[in-house]
């Protein structure tokens, strides 16, 4: 198993940036993919990026041009960098691992991100 850690949210005024960070109790070099989704308020949960052990991405369409997903398997963190804000983009957002059929997707316990218009 793994726990997950996001960090970096916070308010932000609109058209700003935030790095946001999750770091993984173990070695993720293995855990494929690794990503970060969102849910605002009386929204269901949606991907924004994934990133595989491969190093390939993708991306939400919301999200692309205006986010970057990385991962330091060094460093057992997975980050994302959001920039040009929206107020849309107020949520709260969770790391996620996929560590296969059998133990299945670990979720952090997600960074709130508010953005002000």
């Known amino acids: 198993q793994v726990q997950l850690v996001e960090s970096g949210g916070g308010l932000v005024q609109a058209g700003g940036s935030l790095r946001l960070s999750c770091a993984a109790s173990?070695?993720?070099?293995?855990?494929?993919?690794m990503g970060w989704y969102r849910q605002a308020p009386g929204k269901q949960r949606e991907l924004v990026a994934r990133i595989n052990s491969d190093g390939r991405i993708d991306y939400a369409s919301s999200a692309k041009g205006r986010s970057t997903i990385s991962r330091d398997n060094a460093k057992n963190t997975v980050y994302l960098q959001i920039n040009s804000l929206k107020p849309e983009d107020s949520a709260v957002y969770y790391c996620?691992?996929?560590?296969?059929?059998?133990?299945?997707?670990?979720w952090g316990q997600g960074t709130q991100v508010t953005v002000s218009s």
């Open positions: 173990r070695t993720i070099a293995s855990i494929n993919p």
């Open positions: 996620n691992a996929f560590l296969g059929p059998r133990y299945g997707t670990v």
